[in-house]
């Protein structure tokens, strides 16, 4: 994997939690904020995929916004 040089200003005590979390688990703090940034990005892929297909579902059953916590409150009183 090709990889980038870049500057990244990073407040002292998180920096300090960071150096911490690494000698832990015996990686470089380079390799634990890769990881970190990767674990963001696909936890933020997979809800936008969760709202791109309730958006879809909503348009599909002609569902407003303005109905959902309705909605959701008489799922949960059936159970």
Avoid: C, H
């Amino acid at each position: 994997m090709q990889t980038q040089t870049i500057n990244l200003s990073i407040p002292k005590p998180l920096l300090a939690m960071i150096s911490q979390q690494a000698k832990a688990e015996a990686r470089t703090r380079s390799g634990l904020i890769q990881e970190a940034v990767r674990s963001y990005l696909n936890r933020q892929n997979a809800w936008n995929e969760i709202f791109t297909y309730g958006q879809r579902q909503a348009k599909k059953l002609k569902i407003k916004a303005s109905q959902v916590e309705q909605l959701v409150d008489e799922v949960r009183q059936g159970r």
